[in-house]
């Protein structure tokens, strides 16, 4: 799930070269067209008035959204199309944040966490009016878990040992060890695909249902796909919900950041999440409604457990020390952000450890720590140990100029205090290549988090699919096995919180900011809770336009 | 042709980086390991080169590693997109430049020879990310009389009037440098064709300047302007990238970007055999033409 969200985000704003200053230069021209003094909308889009029934709503994303087959696309814009498409057994309340019921009724799990029954709807039906049944989600989730099929969701459900259809509307899922986020993961991830037209089929090749006509149980029917161009869907009339406002989506795919945002201007497009560099181009537009989320990511600095440097905890102490991240925030995101303090951002309000502060920009304590740690300043002021100077470089990859503004300033901090840090611009492919095989010396990553902790053991146990940093600590190794196993609530929130403390004193990751999503409808649009982009979707059925 | 493709697949295979699916940080190392069998990437780089090449003789251009499907149909579905786009824009710059090209020419250093020069230089210095943008911002968000993108209106038949407004923009960008190029030739070739010594004997006979022009000058200052058409043929396939993406148009400039970026060497090598290919018989089709514009090269 690291970094996946794919949206092209590049305006420039770094060193530029001419073609990105003028690149830039047209972006602020796009920004500029606007005026001042945005009442800065905030809350929901809910309005007051009754919903009324009609109107196509036109939503971007960003690439190709195939295949639109959640068993084996990770992809982001695929993403936003399935979430309307496909059902799942849980979707997210807007308010509490947990999973409430979808295409399950209501679920149960056995005390010793080992045993999930989720009873279903009953009044369920695919695109094709063939009936839902428990048959489909057994077949769903054995997809996930066949080796053949590499489901990127195949990780979260290793511990799967039978899956039981015990009636047409019930199902059993048996655990060798508890997993009680099931029913958060389960909502966030799987999307339930029809057994009736995959059975026997290798999914990876079925191009028909990945490509031109999937069928789901979701509030919207695919219609038809133009490859390059939109993916149209109309109201599915028989959804279990009730047939939804509006009568359509077109998703229109608009890879470049500056003409999605030029299509909202010319209002042919309803929604978009926008960038803080564009928020001058929004504000003071009545046509308009600005809401800001604080979502469940982070923008951060992973280092390389294990090197000479970086192995030395007040090394790492001094890289937070060092950062003023609150300057970084402010420059970069436009101050869009809130600092972050532990691994679980606040977002996941039962979950994130609000005792925690955040560490103060302190350029003193930094250095009085690498003193302590054997680095010592020679003649030009940067630092040396033992005849090894303290040299690093800070990888970043170019998609994102928030990001490469980062490096910019994290560079310029930390040769302040004698690190001497360079920095590697790297297209996505080999970016995502040295996260994998470890290549890296510091790397600003940005990541979105579940809306349940349990995913914290796979990005910072000791050998963890996406422990990208070669992050170990046995301390913390122990608090993520038992936080995923406890049953009690009460318990688990306690290993988390005593998680977080270590991994903040730890520095596992030099913090960086948790990213506020800026989402801009039209006033129109009204109907949408109060969820970000990915979680916003699965609510469609309630959206609808004004006419 | 085999070269270019030969290059490209060593190239593809040998840059930094891998796959986009194989690196998805949520995949687990085991699960790549299957899916690069599968993709047959885990073969030695001469077999995989075999492979390719015996199915390419076959018209089997394999499948994208993004999207699992052949990577002929991908291209085949972009074709008319970019071939509409390339081709309306090339009318609209030869519209352009063949009038502008001769007048300049034949009222050199004049006001309107002077005119051509400053819209040919800005036609040629003005990045075409730029000028789309401002368009978009002039007709789509102020004017709001032509869509900012796409090729029709999504939910709409498509329609003739629909698909015009649509490629308005995007082919006056694209055509707006082809036009200053070709035009900025066409009047350099004109002028060198009106000194020679056989268009002197035509005004000395007493032809009408204008039947000098068109009977003895234009066909031979043709010949230059060609090479020059030649050249931005092949684009009416291989498609424009910048201008594609600005305008969300659905074309093989925007298919082969991406797959650049997702490193799909499926589609990467079928869009590079299909550009070479046409940019072949680009250059066939261009010294057939040499050859009826100036018969001395068919004796040489």
């Given at each position: 799930m690291t970094d996946a969200i794919r949206d092209g985000t590049t305006q420039g704003q770094l060193t530029l070269t001419r073609r990105e200053m003028l690149a830039a230069a047209a972006a602020a021209a796009i920004a500029a067209a606007c005026s001042p003094a945005l009442p800065s909308g905030g809350g929901p889009t809910g309005g007051s008035t009754a919903p009324v029934r009609g109107g196509i709503a036109r939503l971007p994303i960003f690439n190709e959204p195939f295949p639109l087959n959640p068993i084996i696309s990770n992809e982001l814009s695929s993403l936003l199309v399935r979430r309307s498409l496909y059902s799942y057994l849980t979707r997210l309340d807007p308010v509490s944040k947990r999973p409430v019921p979808d295409l399950a009724k209501t679920w149960e799990v056995s005390p010793n966490g080992l045993v999930w029954t989720f009873n279903l709807r009953d009044d369920v039906s695919w695109h094709d009016e063939m009936p839902f049944t428990a048959e489909d989600v057994k077949f769903t989730f054995e997809q996930i878990l066949e080796p053949k099929n590499t489901s990127v969701e195949r990780t979260n459900y290793l511990d799967m040992t039978k899956i039981e259809?015990?009636?047409?509307?019930t199902v059993r899922f048996t655990l060798k060890n508890p997993l009680m986020s099931l029913p958060v993961i389960s909502g966030a991830t799987v999307g339930i695909v029809p057994k009736h037209l995959l059975e026997g089929k290798d999914l990876r090749t079925a191009t028909s249902f990945n490509n031109e006509k999937p069928i789901g149980t979701g509030p919207f029917k695919i219609v038809s796909v133009v490859p390059g161009s939109h993916v149209e869907m109309a109201a599915y009339d028989k959804f279990y919900r009730g047939k939804p406002f509006l009568d359509g989506v077109v998703w229109k795919i608009v890879p470049d950041v500056n003409a999605r945002f030029a299509q909202l201007k010319a209002q042919e497009l309803d929604y978009m999440t926008i960038e803080p560099s564009q928020l001058q181009g929004i504000q003071g537009d009545s046509r308009f409604t600005l809401t800001e989320y604080a979502a469940p990511e982070y923008t951060y600095f992973i280092p390389r457990h294990g090197t000479p440097i970086f192995s030395d905890k007040r090394v790492r102490q001094a890289l937070v020390y060092g950062l003023n991240r609150q300057a970084i925030l402010d420059v970069a995101a436009l101050g869009k952000g809130t600092l972050m303090v532990g691994t679980i951002p606040p977002a996941l309000k039962d979950w994130h450890n609000s005792a925690l502060k955040p560490y103060p920009f302190d350029p003193a304590k930094a250095k009085s720590l690498l003193d302590e740690a054997g680095w010592t300043a020679g003649a030009s002021g940067m630092r040396a140990k033992g005849g090894t100077p303290l040299k690093f470089e800070i990888s970043v990859d170019t998609t994102s100029a928030i990001r490469r503004q980062m490096a910019v300033l994290a560079q310029q901090m930390y040769r302040d205090i004698g690190m001497d840090a360079s920095i590697k611009e790297v297209d996505r492919q080999i970016y995502s290549q040295m996260l994998q095989q470890k290549t890296f010396e510091l790397n600003i990553s940005n990541t979105p988090h579940s809306w349940d902790p349990d995913t914290q053991r796979r990005f910072y146990i000791t050998n963890g699919g996406s422990n990208f940093g070669a992050y170990t600590n046995t301390k913390v190794d122990d608090l993520l096995n038992r936080g995923v196993q406890e049953v009690d609530v009460e318990k688990r929130k306690a290993l988390y919180r005593e998680l977080q403390e270590v991994m903040y004193e730890d520095v596992h990751v030099v913090h960086g900011y948790h990213p506020t999503e800026l989402r801009v409808t039209s006033t129109k649009l009204k109907g949408l809770p109060d969820l970000p982009l990915r979680d916003v979707m699965t609510y469609m059925d309630t959206w609808w336009l004004e006419k | 042709m085999l070269v270019v493709v030969t290059a490209t697949f060593l190239l593809v295979h040998l840059a930094p980086g891998g796959p986009a699916i194989l690196l998805d940080p949520a995949l687990d190392p085991a699960d790549a390991e299957i899916l690069r069998t599968r993709l047959g990437l885990d073969r030695p780089l001469i077999e995989q080169y075999w492979r390719w090449l015996a199915d390419v003789v076959r018209l089997d251009f394999g499948s994208s590693f993004t999207f699992d499907r052949p990577v002929i149909g991908l291209i085949l579905e972009r074709l008319p997109a970019t071939m509409l786009l390339g081709g309306v824009s090339l009318l609209f710059a030869l519209a352009i430049a063949f009038p502008l090209g001769i007048i300049s020419a034949k009222y050199r250093s004049s006001w309107i020879d002077q005119l051509s020069s400053m819209v040919t230089l800005a036609g040629i210095s003005i990045p075409n990310f730029w000028l789309g943008i401002v368009l978009i911002l002039i007709f789509s968000v102020y004017l709001g009389v032509l869509p900012s993108s796409g090729m029709s209106t999504p939910g709409r038949p498509v329609s003739v009037v629909d698909v015009a407004q649509h490629l308005f923009m995007p082919a006056l960008v694209l055509g707006l440098a082809t036009m200053a190029s070709i035009a900025k030739y066409t009047r350099s070739s004109v002028l060198g064709v009106l000194k020679q010594d056989y268009v002197r004997t035509a005004r000395a006979k007493g032809l009408k300047e204008r039947l000098v022009l068109t009977r003895h000058a234009l066909k031979n200052a043709l010949i230059p302007v060609v090479t020059v058409i030649g050249l931005w043929l092949p684009r009416m396939v291989g498609g424009a990238v910048v201008t594609e993406t600005i305008f969300s148009w659905p074309g093989m400039g925007r298919l082969a970007i991406s797959a650049a970026f997702q490193r799909d060497y499926p589609i990467i090598l079928g869009v590079t055999l299909v550009v070479s290919t046409v940019v072949v018989f680009t250059n066939l089709l261009v010294d057939l033409v040499y050859g009826y514009l100036d018969p001395r090269i068919r004796l040489d």
């Open positions: 259809a015990i009636d047409k509307y | -």
